[in-house]
Antibody
Framework: EIQLVESGGALIQPGGSLRLSCVAS????????MNWVRQAPGKGLECVSY????????YYADSVKGRFTISRDNAENSLYLQMNSLTAEDTAIYYC????????????WGQGTTVTVSS | AIQMTQSPSSLSASVGDRVIITCRAS??????LGWYQQKPGKVPKLLIY???SLQSGVPSRFSGSGSGTDFILTISSLQPEDFATYYC?????????FGGGTKVEIK
């Protein structure tokens, strides 16, 4: 079964740091580009970060640039998001998402992990 | 960044109705457009990719059309399980952006 399982979400104080993890199974992880997509409470979907198969190309939303770092370990079938200097605006469910390779085809989503930034 | 404008932001419809949702890009995105369905408390699900290609396992009552800047998601005969929020997504540019969403509610 193709699966993405996120972990690492927590309640954290403003200014704090958190590292999200996503473990992939059921497919050849190294063959796929990956993303983090978030959804704030009651809001829409926002692409946070993207990484290509070889970790050579990385993109970030302007709202997180300089604070978040995406990485992957293909040997461990894992995707990561290091989040620093967190603010209340970062409060959201964070989804690990696979790119199928076809246009606009984010075809596999994890169940999400919740990050709450509050004092 | 390319802006994606969805309309309407919400609509009320009855089972069996034909539903049309539109998405407009702020610049030409060719066919780099997808449609996603999200039910309350659930994970988003890919319905359509490449503007008009139906994702495997998605019912044929869903269809997508358009290219360039204007795109349409059509649900030919709304079913009870289709009440949800729908998002368009572009990935033509290096930065991918979602539309604001369209909530489809029961009339």
């Amino acid at each position: 079964e193709i699966q993405l399982v996120e972990s690492g979400g927590a309640l954290i104080q403003p200014g704090g740091s958190l590292r999200l993890s996503c473990v992939a199974s059921g497919f050849i992880f190294s063959n796929y580009e990956m993303n983090w997509v978030r959804q704030a409470p009651g809001k829409g979907l926002e692409c946070v970060s993207y990484i290509d198969r070889d970790s050579r190309i990385k993109y970030y939303a302007d709202s997180v640039k300089g604070r978040f770092t995406i990485s992957r370990d293909n040997a461990e079938n894992s995707l990561y998001l290091q989040m620093n200097s967190l603010t209340a605006e970062d409060t959201a469910i964070y989804y690990c998402v696979r790119e199928d390779g076809e246009p606009a085809a984010k075809d596999v989503w994890g169940q999400g992990t919740t990050v709450t930034v509050s004092s | 960044a390319i802006q994606m404008t969805q309309s309407p932001s919400s609509l009320s419809a009855s089972v069996g109705d034909r539903v049309i949702i539109t998405c407009r890009a702020s610049q030409d995105i060719r066919n780099a457009l997808g449609w996603y369905q999200q039910k309350p408390g659930k994970v988003p699900k890919l319905l359509i990719y490449a503007a008009s290609s139906l994702q495997s396992g998605v019912p044929s009552r869903f269809s997508g059309s358009g290219s360039g800047t204007d795109f349409i998601l059509t649900i030919s005969s709304l079913q009870p399980e289709d009440f949800a929020t729908y998002y368009c997504l572009q990935d033509y540019s290096s930065w991918h952006t979602f539309g604001g969403g369209t909530k489809v509610e029961i009339k």
